[in-house]
Nanobody
């Protein structure tokens, strides 16, 4: 099974950028759909961006499309989330999760039930 560890969170001013990393051990990310989720206080966990392990296809939620970019380094077994033009509403704990390849192909990449493996999360705070 795969273990995931997120890093790169922090405090940033509105309009700033952060780059989150999701490091995987125990298995190759080539065998998984990897998705970044976030959860703000008092809100449900929501999908932000997903990348297919099979061909690197990506998907984004409407709230981050055009501002966030997901990519991966297969050799290092890492997935990144580059977050630009951050806004206060992006404040949340960000989690990476690993699920089966078919989660992406089926279109269910933002469904929480599709994911068996989760990191511990990293806090992102956007504030003056």
């Amino acid at each position: 099974q795969v273990q995931l560890v997120e890093s790169g969170g922090g405090l940033v001013q509105p309009g700033g950028s952060l780059r989150l990393s999701c490091a995987a051990t125990g298995d190759s990310l080539d065998y998984y759909t990897i998705t970044w989720f976030r959860q703000a206080p008092g809100k449900q966990r929501e999908g932000v961006s997903s990348i297919s392990g099979s061909d690197g296809s990506t998907e984004y939620s409407d709230s981050v499309k055009g501002r966030f970019t997901i990519d991966r380094d297969n050799g290092a077994n890492l997935v990144y989330l580059q977050m630009n033009r951050l806004q206060p509403e992006d404040t949340a704990v960000y989690y990476c999760a690993a699920g089966a390849l078919y989660a992406f192909a089926s279109g269910n990449y933002f469904e929480l039930d599709e994911y068996d493996y989760w990191g511990q999360g990293t806090q992102v705070t956007v504030s003056l």
